[in-house]
């Protein structure tokens, strides 16, 4: 069976959960605004799958629209979280 790229998962608690893997990108700039999110989809993804993850992502621009929104209203950026910059320190040190 081929693998899923993006699924719907059973849930009685939730009305919808839909399940993406894929590699994603969060792009920050160089003054640390956020700037958007982006994804990959392998060839081969079913038309299915491609449109769970285009609704999946088009949530995701919608809430960064409203971030970018918000961050021009206060003049602060929205900073990488430290935990990511953390995360990516470790995995640059020499072995």
């Known amino acids: 069976m081929k693998k899923m790229v993006a699924k719907k ?3 009685t608690r939730y009305g ?3 399940e ?5 990108r969060f792009y920050w700039d160089k003054n640390g605004y956020f ?7 392998p ?10 993850i285009a609704d ?5 621009q919608m809430l960064v629209e409203m971030f970018d ?4 209203e206060t003049s602060e ?9 953390k995360a990516f320190e470790d995995d640059c040190e020499p072995a």
């Open 69 to 72: 929104e918000m961050d021009r």
């Open 35 to 41: 700037m958007g999110v982006e994804c990959s989809i």
């Open 16 to 18: 919808t959960i839909i």
């Open 43 to 52: 060839k081969g993804t079913s038309v299915y799958q491609k449109r769970l």
């Open 56 to 60: 999946t992502f088009g949530i995701v």
């Open 77 to 85: 950026p929205t900073p990488v979280p430290d935990y990511v910059k």
């Open 9 to 11: 998962i059973p849930s």
């Open 20 to 24: 993406v893997n894929t590699p994603v």
